[in-house]
């Protein structure tokens, strides 16, 4: 509280927080260290001053001066010198005396090696400070024990949000977990702590202790250690290394509501892995003669990085890249979030797609995660309209001048200011023939080396640059494959996600070889037309119409095989075109494919059950098969839907001259 009358240059002692606590106890929070307040208040208080400033680091430190300063109590009574496993084992102690909804376990695991697990009762949640705070304690032991090497990480938390790093408080963090736990290593043990002897003459204060170190003689180094000294000198410290201060993120934790559907997931994460594989789309099809290509790499199962793309009628297409804070279940949680919002608010612009996005995530998630994002709007002139969310600018690569540059714009993170929508802007692009644009997440140009170096915007442009000919799928997967040889012998810590696209060279071409194409199959000259799309195809080859028209034009042309491939390349794209299921169908039927006939079939059937032309093929199927009841379920099938249709009765006898020993 008092960094952040500093921060905010209020008058001293002007409480801030009316609206949380009143003036006198406002008061004595700030002059009195043992007064005590409501877990409830302090969560209050602190959820407030997180929301304007990054106490984490503050935290941090707060928990290693609670360690030195309270050590003193935890000494022998007498004499008695103890060394730093005998003070861990005392550490259930102080915790006792701190706080009365959680007690500490403490698990050797060898002898300079231990494991703390910190168990909270039941109606109390573990809060994103208590993890912090809790470490720093931690540290506080290696500061009173001058260790010099020493590894304190959390293996293990309840916690399911977090905040763009957890790498100082653990490289590999179990979230979700049933307890919370963490690890104290050390090489070193070299000091004992001991209570002081000295007369008052000698003592000021309670708060000095007796220090002594082994040698290798038989004699023995004895000190007096000031901890008020010690505690200014780690204040020091904490100012002067920023690098901890930053590492050191904030936890979120989920509301209730919320924690329990995740915990669903975290008890199967191949589970949350197929489901996050059906919201991110494998490829993006080609739309109004623009290509897209994407590259991404996951660090886990489930990632915090999602793209994707929402058609608008047919005069616009939305482009969406995010990155979730936080990996695992908690994040996919947010991504399937962001697509239902995405695909709810179809806004004309994308400023406001972002505000509407932004307020409800914020009701759904209560400031427990966030995600940034880039969204951009592509309009049938190439036009292209986008906003930024605390994320990344993209990268446009201009065809004419063959240079890449830097995007501009701006705007904070949505799902964690009730105010960010006032940051969003909407900035615009003219696309131009060859020209690309290239949407990506941090985890792209913060990646390291095994010298530190970080692969960076700079080394991004150059790539983009030196394959300027290239087609953006062949872009996209140089980057990729420069980005792996890049990072060769490190360990990801974060999701890649590249999105790449670009308005073709050949639209030109491409628009004059699809006419020509429609007006030869409009003829019913279906041979000549599919060479039209063939070539139609090579230019622009996820292109969704040419690929259902080159399909058709194959399968009437009598091409089943090559005509089989096309349809279904074009069906993974999820078009719920029913047509192009039935003549699929009809392909593996002419290919003696007969299961995967019938399957089609039904799906064609299932999408439109008001055609019975796949009707009649299931029975007719079924009929080559000798399978006489499923011959007459189907019959029975199209009496219910329409008795007049004239193809029953013929049916209806091939039925009965099926053998009856067949059903």
Same mark, same amino acid.
């Given at each position: ?17 009316? +609206? ?10 700030? %002059? ?9 208040? +302090? ?13 984490? @680091? ?14 003193? &109590?935890? /000494? ?61 304690? /931690? ?18 938390? %309840? ?16 979230? @979700? ?9 050390? %090489? ?6 001991? !209570?002081?002897?000295?007369? %008052? ?19 023995? +180094? ?23 201060? #930053? #590492? ?8 209730? +509501? ?61 482009? #969406?890249?995010? &990155?979730?804070? @936080? ?87 949505? @799902? ?117 799309? !063939? ?23 009598? &091409? ?36 995967? #006939? ?29 399978? $006489?009841?499923?011959? $007459? ?20 006898? $091939? ?9």
């Amino acid at each position: 509280m008092q960094v952040y009358e500093r921060e905010n240059n209020l008058t001293p002692h002007s409480n801030p927080f009316p +609206e949380i606590l009143d003036d006198n106890t406002y008061t004595r929070i700030l %002059k009195d260290p043992n007064y005590w307040i409501s877990q409830v208040l +302090e969560d209050k208080i602190i959820q407030q001053i997180a929301l304007s400033l990054d106490i984490s @680091g503050i935290l941090y430190h707060v928990g290693t001066e609670t360690l030195i300063t309270n050590a003193y &109590d935890l /000494l022998p009574l007498d004499d008695t010198r103890i060394d730093i496993v005998e003070m861990i084992q005392r550490l259930p102690i102080l915790i006792g005396r701190l706080t009365r909804v959680v007690y500490l376990n403490v698990k050797p695991l060898s002898e300079n090696y231990f494991k703390f697990v910190f168990v909270y009762l039941p109606e109390y949640q573990e809060k994103w400070y208590d993890a912090v705070f809790f470490q720093g304690m /931690l540290n506080g032991l290696a500061v009173l024990f001058e260790l010099k090497e020493f590894k304190i990480r959390m293996t293990k938390t %309840k916690l399911f949000g977090i905040h763009v790093s957890h790498k100082e408080l653990g490289e590999e963090i179990q979230f @979700g977990s049933d307890s919370n736990e963490y690890e104290l290593e050390w %090489k070193d043990d070299i000091l004992y702590l001991s !209570r002081s002897h000295l007369t %008052k003459e000698n003592v000021s204060s309670r708060h000095r202790v007796m220090v002594t170190s082994r040698s290798e003689t038989e004699l023995e +180094e004895m000190s007096i250690v000031d901890v008020r000294d010690v505690v200014g000198k780690s204040r020091e410290l904490a100012i002067e290394n920023r690098d901890l201060e #930053a #590492a050191v993120e904030v936890l979120k934790s989920f509301k209730q +509501e919320l924690e329990k559907k995740q915990l669903s997931m975290a008890k199967d994460l191949r589970l949350a892995k197929n489901i996050q594989k059906g919201l991110i789309p494998e490829i993006i099809p080609d739309w109004n003669g623009i290509q897209f290509w994407t590259g991404f790499s996951p660090m886990q199962e489930v990632s915090g990085d999602y793209y994707d793309y929402f058609p608008y009628h047919t005069d616009k297409l939305g482009v #969406a890249v995010c &990155d979730v804070s @936080g990996h695992g279940v908690p994040a996919a949680f947010i991504t399937a979030l962001s697509k239902m919002l995405f695909s709810n608010f179809k806004k004309p612009k994308p400023s406001e797609t972002f505000k509407l996005i932004n307020r409800e995530l914020l009701d759904l998630v209560k400031q427990q995660g966030y995600t940034t994002c880039v969204y951009l709007l592509i309009h049938s002139d190439y036009k292209v309209v986008y906003s930024i969310a605390g994320h990344p600018r993209p990268i446009l690569f201009r065809h004419r001048t063959g240079k890449a540059e830097i995007c501009d714009g701006e705007g904070t993170f949505l @799902g964690m200011f009730p105010d960010a929508g006032d940051t969003y802007r909407d900035l615009h692009i003219q696309l131009e023939p060859g020209d690309k644009l290239f949407l990506y997440t941090d985890g792209l140009t913060e990646a390291e080396n095994d010298h530190g170096h970080a692969f960076g915007e700079t080394k991004l442009m150059q790539l983009i640059e030196e394959n300027a000919n290239g087609t953006i799928q062949e872009t996209v997967e140089l980057i990729m494959n420069q980005h792996r040889e890049f990072t060769m012998g490190t360990d990801s810590m974060d999701d890649i996600t590249l999105l790449g696209l670009q308005l073709s060279p050949k639209l030109e071409d491409f628009r004059i070889l699809q006419s020509k194409g429609d007006k030869v199959y409009q003829k019913k000259e279906y041979a000549e037309a599919a060479q039209y799309y !063939r070539e139609a195809h090579k230019i622009l080859p996820r292109e969704l119409n040419t690929q259902l028209a080159y399909g058709k034009a194959l399968a009437y042309s009598g &091409d089943y095989e090559n005509a089989s491939v096309m349809l279904e390349s074009y069906n993974k794209f999820k078009t719920n075109h029913f047509k192009s299921h039935a003549i699929l169908g009809y392909c593996y039927y002419q290919l003696g494919m007969f299961e995967k #006939a019938e399957l089609e079939w039904k799906k064609a059937y299932s999408i439109n059950d008001s055609n019975l032309s796949n009707l009649y093929n299931l029975a007719q199927l079924y009929r080559k098969l000798n399978q $006489k009841q499923k011959m $007459k379920d189907v019959i029975d099938k199209m009496k219910h839907i329409e008795a007049t249709y004239l193809h029953i009765l013929p049916l209806e006898k $091939k039925w009965k001259s099926l053998p009856d020993e067949s059903i």
